[in-house]
């Protein structure tokens, strides 16, 4: 069974820093692409972030780009997303996802983890 867990989000001031944490298993990671999305109240869920399955390549949203890192150990079959400078907007639940790159589209997600930022 697959799970995806996240962990790390909580309440920070603007212009504060988390990192957020996905731990997973019951899946061959290294074959993952793994992704970040958000979903704040009264919202769609939003890209956030992605890293390939050998880290090198990432890409970002545009509005997190320069402020959030996303990584990944292999050896510990977890992805990160450093946040930095977070902003008010950047309040939502944060989720992670699993893709095998095989059938277009994101196959496992995470329970999510709440972060908010307040002004």
């Known amino acids: 069974q697959v799970q995806l867990v996240e962990s790390g989000g909580g309440l920070v001031r603007a212009g504060g820093s988390l990192r957020l944490s996905c731990a997973a298993s019951?899946?061959?990671?290294?074959?993952?692409?793994m992704g970040w999305f958000r979903q704040a109240p009264g919202k769609e869920r939003e890209f956030v972030a992605r890293i390939s399955r050998g880290g090198t390549n990432t890409v970002y949203a545009d509005s997190v780009k320069g402020r959030f890192t996303i990584s990944r150990d292999n050896a510990k079959d977890t992805v990160y997303l450093q946040m930095n400078s977070l902003k008010p907007e950047d309040t939502a639940v944060y989720y992670c996802a699993a893709d095998n790159r095989i059938d277009s589209q994101w196959n496992y997600w995470g329970q999510g983890t709440q972060v908010t930022v307040s002004s």
């Open positions: 019951g899946l061959t990671f290294s074959s993952y692409t």
